[in-house]
């Protein structure tokens, strides 16, 4: 059974930094490309930031491009998603998400993932 745990949610001052973790169990983790998703009060889930299996490709979306960081460490089933220069629309909360293949055709798609987290709290205070 794949269980994802995610971890490093709270609240922060706009303008500072947070760190997500996505511990992954039940699968090959290093055969498995992995995404993060956010979901606002009253909002659609929307797409934040996916990586490749290896590593080698990562995605964005153009909302965090430049402040977010998605990255992963293979030897320790971990994804991280660094989050820097945070804005009070940043809050949400964080899940993190693994697809069914090494790559991803469509990022950003959400029924591309077949497994979810059950979710972060990211608060961003102005």
């Known amino acids: 059974q794949v269980q994802l745990v995610e971890s490093g949610g709270g609240l922060v001052q706009a303008g500072g930094s947070l760190r997500l973790s996505c511990a992954a169990s039940?699968?090959?983790?290093?055969?498995?490309?992995m995404g993060w998703f956010r979901q606002a009060p009253g909002k659609e889930r929307e797409f934040v930031a996916a990586?490749?299996?290896?590593?080698?490709?990562?995605y964005y979306a153009d909302s965090v491009k430049g402040r977010f960081t998605i990255s992963r460490d293979n030897a320790k089933n971990t994804q991280y998603l660094q989050m820097n220069s945070l804005k009070p629309e940043d809050t949400a909360v964080y899940y993190c998400?693994?697809?069914?293949?090494?790559?991803?055709?469509?990022?950003?798609?959400?029924?591309?993932?077949?497994?979810w987290g059950q979710g972060t709290q990211v608060t961003v205070s102005s």
């Open positions: 990586i490749s299996s290896s590593g080698g490709s990562t």
């Open positions: 039940g699968r090959t983790f290093s055969s498995y490309a």
């Open positions: 998400a693994t697809a069914p293949g090494s790559s991803l055709l469509h990022p950003s798609r959400p029924l591309g993932y077949d497994y």
